[in-house]
């Protein structure tokens, strides 16, 4: 008897776990249909800044498989189809169709795929849905803010939020042409590190000629006659834009998941077993932006929306589908990015993260270099890294410099994950030549200092 599949959700996870299922069950065992509410599927949307601000091609660039090649492989996709409730104890979905007249109708399933992202925070200001506000989480969103781009009659922009999507977006603003301020509500930018790191980043970010206020709390978007947006409003100023982009962050859309009464985490994301599972359902799946993941340095669950994650999620999830076993352990919290040619990454715990666990910590930073000092074009690399007080084990790492800093935080995410001591860490096998690297890589001179820092504190 043919096993039905649904997936709702067309992206990362979704089509991951739809594609893996595929390859392991033909169209006679199991059927697969997905839904997809908008325009575009299984694409990156970590590379919208890079489309907006010039330096990739897009939309089709970014399009890793098109609904068409998913069909081609047997995969029933029904694009601009949104799902709007769910009926587990039937076993069934409730979908309408956005561009044939909001036609409803309900598909059964034996198994369910939840991988239904995450949505931009939107806080319920004056203003924030006017024309010419932007959020920017999906291919959708990528065009929509290029078109407006094409036609502001101004050069002014404002960014609201200074993480990771907030700065990227900002340097695409600058490659339009545009006069950026970017307004945040952090003692600096980049709320994923802590303050002595951002406050690199923000110097980098003024060196591009953004305008960065900090402290700043929005209180509403102004609009002119035409109901557009005209400024931003803060507590303590205006500033005007032609343009407006959210980059405040996002939250995990369980709005179905949370109707049909699923576990949800703190952070309003699904939970999920190892297997990812969802905990209490025989038959129910979720991954992606949608779940909440142990975190294996906390040891505890939070949402963590990340491209590689949900790409992950949809290989385990496909394969136990299809009747296999896999798991996903966890995540230590890996994430890189940057402004200009400036490196921004970090792995494992913040300051403030370290002390909501309760841990007690030391902290080092390190300057160094990305390669041989005496070979040309070294630049300068800083090392930040928490090391837990009492046992040396490592807890996080920061590193903000120019080419080749950001991924040598792989090396402390590969420590995070065999729970790594930075005495241990000390001596790990690296590669050494001097356009890579000066004899002691960076990394690993942090991991000395944090060693002796623990000696001391044990003393």
Known sequence: MTERLVVIGGDAAGMSAASQARRLKGPGELAITAFERGHFTSY??????????????????????????????????????????????????????????????????????LATGARPLRPPLPGIEARGVHGVQTLDDGRALIDTLAASPGRRAVVIGAGYIGVEMAEALIHHGYAVTVLDRGEQPMSTLDPDMGARVHAAMCGLGIETVRRAVVTAVLTDDEGRARAVATEDAEYPADVVVLGMGVRPETTLAEAAGLPLGASGGLLTDLSMRVRGQENVWAGGDCVEVLDLVAGHTRHIPLGTHANKHGQIIGANVAGGYATFPGVVGTAVSKVCDLEIARTGLLEHQARAEGLEFVTVTIESTNHAGYYPGARPMHVKMLAERRTGRLLGVQIVGREGAGKRVDIAAVALTAGMTVEQMTVLDLGYAPPFSPVWD?????????????????M
């Open 44 to 113: 990156s949307a970590c590379g919208i800044p890079y489309w907006v601000g010039g330096t990739v091609d897009g939309p089709a660039a970014l399009i890793a498989r098109t609904p068409e090649e998913h069909r081609a492989r047997a995969i029933d996709l029904r694009m601009r189809t949104e799902v709007t409730e769910l009926d587990l104890a039937r076993g069934r979905v409730r979908s309408r169709a956005l561009d044939d007249g909001g036609r409803e109708s309900w598909t059964d399933f034996d198994k369910l795929v």
């Open 442 to 458: 960076p990394v690993l001179v942090a991991a000395r200092k944090a060693t002796a820092a623990v000696r001391a504190a044990g």
